[in-house]
């Protein structure tokens, strides 16, 4: 859910957000007429893109239209998988993964300072 709010942000504020992010984001690349990846060529943002290797809800048929999208807008990105279960990041949840999760603060923090950084 998150994901999907921080990219749409991303394409509807360009001008305000200059870097977005979505962990084990799911349907952020579907056949809605909403999906995030409709407005890559909007969006302005550095995004980081992580979703997990057992994740129904973001698997290759959402990772490859979200990839080509972005390419194709010159969206500076980064989309990855890691091998982990939707949810890696969220403590409280049972598919929850120590590294994952640790991996997936560091992206968060890398991302912010080099944005931060080229913004100054």
Sequence with gaps: MGGSFALTAAGRFPDRVAAAASF???QIASTAPDSPHLLAGSMKAN????????DASFDAEQFDPMSTAL????VEHTLVTY????????????TFDDKAAERHWQALRDLYAATLAADQ
């Design 83 to 94: 091998p982990a279960a939707h949810g890696f990041a969220v403590p409280d949840n049972p």
């Design 71 to 74: 390419t194709d807008a010159q």
């Design 47 to 54: 995004v980081y893109i992580a979703g997990a290797e057992n």
């Design 24 to 26: 084990h984001g799911g």
